[in-house]
């Protein structure tokens, strides 16, 4: 019997041993490395039908093959965004489903259309950052995610700015932010319950006069607009159309005044048009034009009256 020729350890492959013909000199045989043995084995097991190969497994390896082939041919070429995009498409990467979170304001028409696709865009070629960024350009858009999942979805988390409050400048409205940043112009009635500042500037100070006016809840509550004048101070218009025209300084004291004036007096629900604080040593108060005539008229009629009493005497 010819001697046998031993490639690597008898202890490595004392445990599995696979023999094959060789061509080695004097006709010896020799083992196969552990690497080659199973290949040898997987090949046995296909042809002998041992092996069971899932449906469509060969198209699908074809298809991902001439796909992954084409786009390195075009990105050697110096053509790769076009095709590439085209190639991947085919090989079944196209997006076919976008799924959107978080937009409770923004319309996924608005979404769809800064996402760019046209029905072969493919999702290997979608930029996620530059995407991110086209969707946070929207007036709405707070902060977005985009990520891709493979093979045919993107999926979309929008999060949303805040309306605090409706800014007039001019004739035009716009919904802001806490801090005072213009969101979009006002289009419908929904925001209607926001409260309403009036002015140049009156956005920036949004926030601090409404935090100064949860100390008087009561006036605070019947408050329809703040105006802003002269970017110095506020006047505040009440539900019943009555201004309250406030100091540039020491605003509590005027609020105090105004709180003890109702309490006593019922003043703002009195006939009147304005209440003014802005001197700190009167308040001074303006009649609306039927009261004006009304008090003008009983003026009128005391001093008839105290004229007759005298004619008498």
Known sequence: MPALKLLGSRKNYADDKLWADGSGEGGEKMILPRPLRRVVRFMGSLAAGRVNIP????????????GLTATYAFTLSGETPDVAQAVSSVAGFAINNVKVSGNFHTSE???LEKLGLDG????MSLDAQRTREALKSLPWVR???VRKIYPDTVAVKLVERDAFGIWQHGQDLSL???NGSVIAPLRDNKFAHLP????????TGAAEIMADFDKWPDIKARAKAYIRVAGRRWDVQLDNGVLIKLPERDMDRAMAELAE???DHQLVERDIVAVDFRLADRTTIQLSEGAT????????LRAKALKKAEEQI
């Open 120 to 123: 072969a865009t493919s999702l």
């Open 196 to 203: 309403l500042f009036v002015g140049r500037d009156a956005e």
């Open 55 to 66: 449906r469509h497994l060969g198209s699908v390896s074809l298809v991902a093959f001439y």
């Open 143 to 145: 902060d977005a995610e």
């Open 261 to 263: 004036l109702n309490r």
């Open 176 to 178: 802001i932010e806490k």
């Open 293 to 300: 005539e009304r008090r003008a008229k009983a003026v009128a």
């Open 109 to 111: 028409i608005d979404i």
